[in-house]
């Protein structure tokens, strides 16, 4: 049974088909990679997944559930959450309020009772803060609560966003080249944290990624896209190995 | 009907004044992407030079207008480059827009130390007279033939430059990518100071034919007709030279058959309206493109 | 963990900074004229000071909170000062307890400020940054001009509107012409003082800043800082825009009611409601700090009386607003000129002479 099924999924820009009858399916836990030469669409694909982009044609189901021309808000509501390539964190924001935005939809007071400090107010907002900091302690964030989001270091920076997105409780989980920019040693430290949150979130998680390393280490299946097109799906070595997908990532 | 058609010429007048200043901010939204706030504020400079110069100092006509155009180049480019560029790759537009509003009120105010709040009434340049048409029963003014004649050859010398010559290729590439336009060879600062430049020098044009054929000038005269010009910039499409002719001249004459059938005060409301209108039906105008964020 | 969840009253002292420093100023200001030593000039000048104060708190919401730029914000303040007095005018012979009468006033102006806000801000919130200043700047002008150009009468029947003149409200002999177009209103009740300034003034306090730390809060700064990341996160952007903007609107309106009631009569000019005063404001938020509410009330209050009280230098007040303006924007956002302070900023210097010895 798949949590994220997707078919036919289309998408032209002045003509020019950036993706392509795109189709996968991710089952429930599954660490999946999508994976191809620069500019094949894989952001293109997370921009349709989450609603950034309207497709031409195809249809996304999550857990059954047609979440296909929904707005971005809603789909977050109904579970998917992404990072992105070029991270967007809240940054005048502190390292705490940009995971309690995202426990925004978790927690529910109303302006009134935020304005005028009610008790719902000074409890809702005391069970945001432990949860927050729960959040924060498994990216080793804590210490660095009060800090101004952009003041964090890059890797830092990614690993809050990743916090940020799991803090509104998806089922599936996009993440955009979380190891862009980042050192072996970080990169190493990243790998075990996303196995970490794929196994105590129960998380099912689609990644973006060019470090090979880092792939053939953590993920399962992978989807190969080039010029917008898939070009293989499979089990991870199976599809490293594959000649074309070499062709693909070295030229002729 | 003779008079719908006296309104309709007038509004042509007043709308191509509209052409002109809208240009300025047009070419300056396509290259510097920025809404030049202060753009209306030059086209009173513009006026009080030449009113400077003919009413306080008895110069020559020909010599105050090219004085204004002088100065009023060089107070473009000054700007650009002492508050402008300094921001150029700033986090926020926000930040270059209140900059610029900042730059309007220095000017607004430095004209109102020199010459006072009080209205000032405007030589007209223009000395040859009306034409009357149909018996007289239709007066054309010499101030909306110059007017309208003005604007037409500003439009074709304008476009002739930015397809024919080198520098307004330059103005093509660097509206449409300035990272790509640098590494071409393109000398981006120097091409958007020369947009300022001309800009600029259109403003001068532009206060003085207002100031023609509405004579009177304040220190405010040119900030209603710079925010005008802009709506009609957005109106045509922002970045467009001819949707600048277009949205100016549309704008204009709905201002003036507002003025004539509903009244003076509800003219200005409409222009608004239309703005807003614009803006929510069709965002990029009449002859605009789209951007779009990446993600 | 715990000890980590007890540093939280940090904004909390904060805050209290803010509410202490009006409050002291209150108490020093009330001080100083029992004993007779502010001039009457001044004492004229205390509640447009409320008003300002008000004004540029609430705008600040929509500048530095929201990080969306308007310029029509004076236009909100007029709808306030109109819907205020009208209030206040018809309800003069009904409702005699002056405080009731005047804390309705103020409720009705910002109520009335608080729906045009929504209103106009449901179609024009889409825009962002230079389009959606020329459309608030936009609206601004329409509102000043429409009000500027309305007729409101009152008789046996009821209401009657015009946009021309008082003869064609067609009102009855016992009717009364309410608003009178370009005059406005005439006779409004003079309620305003210093007193009922603050606290105002520490109700908009109030409501901003628990608003800004709480989860509304948090929603519409994260639509400041990251848009598309905001709705990636399941934040319903067009409500959290729509709601900062609203409230700036009511907040204006207070302002507005505050000033309209100050005064005899209150018509819509170019000079108190026009896109001008908008800028003002704007001048005092921007000079203030973007974002940062104490310091658009010291803005507020430093750039209105420094000027009266150097009068000298009154013809270049606004002359050296604008350069200040001008400066600032260049010292705080030029990315040069942050990169020189960030090589050549104190606390390093410091630190790297503390190391030397």
């Known amino acids: ?252 | 009907m003779i008079s719908l058609i006296t309104y309709l010429i007038n509004g042509i007048s007043l709308g191509s004044v509209y052409a002109i200043i809208a240009l300025g901010y047009t070419m300056v939204y396509g290259i510097a992407k920025m809404l030049n706030f202060a753009h209306g504020d030059v086209i009173m400079v513009g006026s009080f030079t030449v009113f400077w110069g003919i009413s306080m100092q008895g110069f020559n006509p020909v010599l105050s207008v090219l004085l204004s155009i002088a100065l009023c180049i060089t107070l473009g480019i000054t700007i650009e480059f002492i508050a402008y560029r300094p921001l150029r790759g700033a986090a926020s537009s926000l930040v270059v827009l209140i900059t610029a509003i900042g730059v309007s009120y220095f000017l607004q105010n430095i004209a109102l130390l020199i010459f006072g709040a009080n209205t000032k009434s405007f030589t007209s340049l223009i000395n040859f007279g009306p034409v009357r048409l149909f018996e007289g029963q239709i007066i054309i003014s010499g101030e909306t033939i110059a007017t309208i004649i003005t604007c037409l050859i500003i439009m074709v010398c304008l476009t002739l430059f930015i397809k024919k010559t080198k520098p307004g290729q330059a103005m093509l590439a660097v509206s449409e990518d300035k990272g790509a336009a640098q590494l071409m060879g393109i000398n981006v600062n120097g091409t958007i100071t020369l947009t300022f430049a001309i800009g600029s020098g259109l403003a001068a044009i532009a206060g003085i034919l207002l100031c023609s054929a509405y004579p009177s000038l304040s220190p405010y005269t040119g900030s209603m007709p710079g925010i005008k010009a802009f709506i009609a910039a957005v109106f045509g499409g922002i970045g467009s030279i001819p949707g600048a002719l277009i949205g100016g001249i549309l704008l204009g004459v709905i201002e003036i058959l507002g003025r004539a059938y509903i009244s003076s005060q509800m003219a200005d409301v409409i222009v608004f309206m239309v703005l807003i209108i614009v803006l929510l039906v069709k965002p990029t105008g009449i002859l605009g493109r789209k951007l779009q964020e990446k993600v | 963990m715990k000890d980590k969840l007890k540093k939280m009253p940090k904004t909390w002292l904060d805050n209290l900074i803010t509410y202490g420093m009006v409050i002291i100023v209150f108490l020093l200001v009330q001080m100083f004229i029992s004993r007779g030593l502010v001039s009457n000039l001044l004492q004229g000048l205390l509640v447009p000071l409320c008003v300002y104060v008000i004004l540029a708190i609430s705008l600040n919401l929509t500048v530095g909170i929201l990080g969306e730029l308007s310029l029509g914000h004076a236009g909100f303040m007029c709808i306030g000062a109109f819907s205020g007095a009208f209030f206040s005018k018809v309800m003069a012979d009904i409702i005699t307890v002056t405080a009731v009468r005047f804390t309705l006033a103020i409720l009705v102006g910002a109520l009335f400020a608080g729906v045009f806000g929504f209103l106009i801000g449901m179609p024009v919130l889409r825009f962002r940054g230079d389009y959606l200043a020329i459309v608030t700047l936009a609206f601004g002008e329409i509102i000043k001009n429409v009000v500027n150009a309305l007729f409101v009468g009152v008789d046996s029947r009821g209401f009657h509107f015009s946009l021309k003149d008082s003869m064609s409200l067609g009102l009855e002999a016992d009717g009364d012409v309410i608003i009178k177009g370009a005059l406005g209103i005439i006779g409004t009740p003079r309620n305003s003082n210093f007193t009922v300034g603050i606290v105002l003034v520490l109700i908009t306090l109030f409501i901003v800043l628990n608003l800004i730390n709480s989860r509304d809060g948090r929603a519409i700064m994260s639509i400041r800082d990251n848009l598309i990341a905001s709705e990636s996160i399941g934040i319903n952007v067009t409500k959290y825009k729509l709601m900062a903007f609203s409230i700036s609107a009511a907040l204006a309106g207070v302002a507005g009611v505050l000033y309209s009631h100050n005064l005899n009569s209150v018509a819509a000019t170019p000079k108190n409601f026009g896109y001008n005063m908008s800028i003002m404001i704007l001048v005092f938020v921007v000079l203030g700090g973007i974002g940062n509410i104490r310091g658009s009330i010291i803005a507020a209050v430093v750039l209105t009386l420094l000027p009266e009280m150097l009068r000298g230098l009154n013809n270049y007040r606004m002359l050296i607003y604008a350069v200040v303006l001008i400066a600032m924007m260049l010292f705080n956002w030029s990315p040069q000129i942050l990169a020189w302070r960030e090589q050549h900023s104190i606390k390093d210097f410091l630190r790297k002479r503390r190391k030397v010895q």
């Open chain 1, 1 to 252: 049974m798949a949590l994220l099924s997707v078919n036919n999924l289309s998408i032209s820009f002045g003509g020019l088909r950036a993706v392509d009858d795109f189709n996968i399916q991710i089952k429930k836990g599954q660490l999946y990679g999508l994976i191809g030469p620069n500019g094949a669409g894989k952001t293109t694909v997370f921009n349709l997944l989450t609603g950034v982009y309207r497709p031409d044609e195809g249809i996304v189901l999550l857990d059954d559930k047609n979440i296909t021309n929904l707005k971005t808000m809603d789909i977050n509501k109904c579970g998917v959450g992404r990072t992105f390539q070029n991270i967007r964190l809240f940054k005048k924001l502190s390292v705490l309020d940009n995971v309690k935005v995202g426990l925004h939809n978790r927690f529910h007071y109303n302006t009134f009772e935020g304005i005028l400090r009610l008790p719902k107010y000074r409890r809702l907002e005391k069970m945001m803060n432990e949860e927050a900091y729960r959040l924060l302690e498994v990216f080793d964030l804590d210490g660095e609560a009060k800090l101004s989001a952009g003041n964090l270091p890059y890797g830092k920076q990614r690993k809050l966003e990743i916090a940020r997105t799991l803090a509104t409780n998806p089922k599936l989980l996009l993440l955009d080249e979380p190891a862009a920019g980042m050192n072996p040693n970080e990169t190493k430290e990243l790998m075990e944290t996303i196995r970490f949150v794929r196994d105590n979130f129960a998380m099912t998680i689609l990644l973006i990624e060019h470090d090979m390393k880092l792939v053939s280490g953590i993920c399962e299946e992978l989807t190969v896209l080039n010029f917008g097109k898939i070009l293989i799906s499979g089990e991870t070595n199976a599809v490293l190995n594959d000649s074309r997908v070499i062709t693909a990532y070295l030229g002729e």
